[in-house]
C-alpha cells in the first residue's frame, strides 16, 4: 500500500469532512446542510464552524471525553477528532472509569434498570470511537435479530460506521472504490469479502478533500469520500471496527438508546 502525504487540515474542518455525510441527511447536526457544508469546502478554522460541530449531540461528548481524558483542551484538536472518526493511540489512555462514567451521565437516565447492558460494552474494552457509538450505542445492532428490520438494520450499520477503500477509478464527482462490507448470517456481525462500490468525492468540481487518484486509500461514511488515510490509519480504523465487533458478537447485544441521540 503506498504512503500518502496529505494536506493537514485543522481539527474542525476534519471534523465537518465526517460529519457532513449524515448531517446532509438530516440524521443530526444543523440544520442548514448548506451552511455546513460550505465551512468545510473553505476549511477553515473559526468560530461559526465550531459552533456548529458542538450541535452534534451523539458525537461532542466523546470529543469532549477524548480530550478531557488525555491532557487537551479543545475538543476539536485535530489529535480528538482522528482519535473518534479513526483511531489512535490516544483512546487507548483513556481509563475504563472514565468512559464507564461518561456513558452514565449521558444514557443512565434513558436506559433505566437495562444501563448495565450498555456498560458491558466499555468493561469489555470499548473506546470512544465512532464504531463503539454504531455498533454498540445506537440501536441498529439490536434490531439485525427481528428479521423484518434486519436488512435495514444492516444497511444503516455499514453506511454509518466509517469504512475504509482503495480507489478503483474517478469518474468526476464519483469514485469507485473497493471495500469490505458488514455481513449478518444471523449470529454474527463481520467484515465481508471485498466488492466494490460508487461515492462521492465532489458535486459539481467542488469538494471538501483533495481529488482521489487510483490506488489512493480513503475513509467513507455513508456515501461519501471523507479523506485520504495513511497506512497507518487504515491500520487503526480496521483495529478499532474488528474490536467492536468483536464485543458485539461476544455477548448477548441489544442496544438501550434511541435513536433520538443521532446517527453521526
Given at each position: 500500500m503506498p504512503e500518502v502525504l496529505t494536506r493537514t487540515?485543522?481539527?474542525?474542518?476534519?471534523?465537518?469532512?465526517?460529519?457532513?455525510?449524515?448531517?446532509?441527511?438530516?440524521?443530526?447536526?444543523?440544520?442548514?446542510?448548506?451552511?455546513f457544508w460550505g465551512y468545510g469546502v473553505a476549511g477553515v478554522d473559526d468560530g461559526g464552524l465550531r459552533a456548529m460541530s458542538q450541535q452534534f449531540v451523539g458525537a461532542w461528548p466523546y470529543l469532549q471525553l477524548i480530550a478531557g481524558a488525555t491532557g487537551l483542551n479543545d475538543?476539536?484538536?485535530r489529535r480528538v477528532v482522528e482519535a473518534y472518526w479513526i483511531g489512535s493511540p490516544r483512546l487507548e489512555r483513556i481509563a475504563t472509569r472514565a468512559i464507564g462514567?461518561?456513558?452514565?451521565?449521558?444514557?443512565?437516565?434513558?436506559?433505566?434498570?437495562?444501563?448495565?447492558s450498555l456498560t458491558e460494552g466499555v468493561l469489555a474494552g470499548?473506546?470512544?470511537?465512532?464504531?463503539?457509538?454504531?455498533?454498540?450505542?445506537?440501536?441498529?445492532t439490536g434490531l439485525l435479530t427481528d428479521r423484518r428490520k434486519a436488512d435495514h438494520a444492516l444497511t444503516v450499520l455499514d453506511r454509518c460506521?466509517?469504512?475504509?477503500?482503495?480507489?478503483?477509478?474517478?469518474?468526476g464527482d464519483q469514485v469507485v472504490v473497493r471495500s469490505q462490507p458488514l455481513t449478518w448470517d444471523g449470529a454474527r456481525l463481520e467484515l465481508g469479502a471485498p466488492h466494490t462500490e460508487t461515492v462521492t468525492q465532489s458535486v459539481d468540481g467542488v469538494s471538501m478533500v483533495t481529488p482521489c487518484q487510483p490506488g489512493d486509500w480513503v475513509s467513507?461514511?455513508?456515501?461519501?469520500?471523507?479523506?485520504?488515510?495513511?497506512?497507518?490509519?487504515?491500520?487503526?480504523?480496521?483495529?478499532?471496527?474488528l474490536r467492536h465487533l468483536q464485543i458485539v458478537n461476544d455477548r448477548d447485544t441489544a442496544s438501550v438508546?434511541?435513536?433520538?441521540?443521532?446517527?453521526?
Open positions: 487540515v485543522p481539527g474542525p474542518v476534519l471534523f465537518a469532512r465526517y460529519a457532513f455525510p449524515p448531517n446532509s441527511r438530516g440524521f443530526c447536526g444543523p440544520a442548514d446542510h448548506a451552511e475538543p476539536l484538536d462514567d461518561s456513558m452514565q451521565e449521558r444514557f443512565r437516565h434513558i436506559a433505566g434498570p437495562r444501563f448495565s470499548g473506546v470512544p470511537h465512532h464504531s463503539f457509538a454504531v455498533f454498540c450505542i445506537y440501536p441498529y460506521r466509517i469504512r475504509w477503500g482503495q480507489v478503483q477509478s474517478v469518474l467513507l461514511h455513508w456515501e461519501w469520500v471523507c479523506d485520504h488515510l495513511t497506512r497507518s490509519q487504515v491500520r487503526y480504523l480496521h483495529g478499532y471496527t438508546v434511541p435513536p433520538m441521540l443521532g446517527e453521526s
